[in-house]
């Protein structure tokens, strides 16, 4: 009864999350039921015990992302309200309804099936048990089985880190750039000129 | 009484179908990059049904995985959105259609 419950306030809260993201006028709103969605599938991956996964989710989604988009948001200033009752192109709104009501019932008859066909095999890595917490069965696995993958994510967010720094850079001004080189030919030039002293002083 | 598994998939082909429309429809790169982020969720919540499904814990450590990847997708392709805002405020996703290849 309280799991049917639990479940039903966050399906309803992840729908209307998701409905005030793509409805919103203003990004900021948009960003804030963001949160809203985020917080509903987090409750969701307590009630099926991904303890773990579901604090990741609070700070590093609720925490993390969306303050990154909202931080974006206000430094580029672009939280103005956008006009949504005008389509640019012609049809493509219904073209949008149509694909959503055919791939919604594509992947809910493909979940029902999926359910229907697992065999109920062995677990090929690590059983979740009671006895054991989600946090240590979940780090077992992923220290043994899946350190390689582990430690390849290390360098894919230093790449994103280098991507992030040099792409959101401003470019230097030319001005500057034609000072700094003529301070450093000037220096070459003296470091030259020295030299051709100490020469002919020897 | 515990729900059906079945419930957590619809709920999550729901939500991935309304962030798939909403990156079709709406044209503020942010909002749509917004869109992906909901898809991203949905597959997670498939992922984390299933690993209850199977008693299997591969299916969070892939979420795991799915976190970081989104984490490093935003940082990169918000850096893009700022470059291309930054030199005009109002440009929209098919004002940047000239960097196909």
Not at chain 1, 150 to 173: Q, Y
Not at chain 2, 62 to 81: N, P
């Amino acid at each position: 009864m309280v799991d049917t419950v639990v479940f039903l306030v966050a399906a309803v809260v992840i729908l209307v999350g998701a409905l005030g993201v793509i409805f919103s006028r203003n990004p900021v709103h948009s960003a804030l039921m963001l949160v809203m969605t985020l917080f509903g599938v987090a409750v969701l991956f307590v009630a099926q015990g991904a303890h773990f996964l579901a604090a990741v989710q609070v700070i590093v989604y609720a925490g993390a992302i969306v303050v990154l988009f909202l931080f974006v948001i206000m430094l580029l200033g672009v939280d103005t309200a956008e006009n949504l009752s005008s389509e640019p192109l012609a049809g493509q709104r219904p073209a949008a309804a149509v694909v959503a009501v055919a791939s919604v019932g594509l992947l809910a008859v493909l979940a029902v099936r999926a359910v229907q066909v697992s065999t109920g095999a062995e677990a090929t890595t690590l059983p979740l048990d009671s006895e054991r917490s989600n946090i240590a069965v979940l780090a077992e696995v992923l220290f043994t089985d899946y350190l390689f993958a582990f430690e390849v994510t290390s360098v894919l967010l230093v790449i994103a880190v280098v991507g992030a720094v040099v792409m959101a850079r401003r470019p230097r001004p030319a001005a500057t750039d034609e000072l700094e080189d003529d301070g450093s030919d000037g220096d070459d030039l003296g470091v030259e000129r020295h030299t051709q002293t100490e020469a002919e002083l020897a | 009484m515990t729900v059906d598994e079945t419930w957590y998939l619809v709920l999550s082909a729901m939500l991935f179908t309304i962030g798939a429309c909403g990156l079709m429809v709406r044209r503020n790169p942010l909002v749509m990059f917004m869109c992906v982020e909901l898809m991203l969720n949905a597959v997670n919540l498939t992922f984390v049904t299933f690993s209850n499904v199977l008693n299997d814990v591969a299916g969070q450590v892939v979420v795991f995985f799915v976190l970081v990847v989104a984490a490093a997708e935003v940082v990169v392709g918000l850096g893009i959105i700022v470059a291309i805002l930054r030199r005009r405020p109002e440009a929209t996703a098919d004002d940047v259609s000239m960097l196909r290849g």
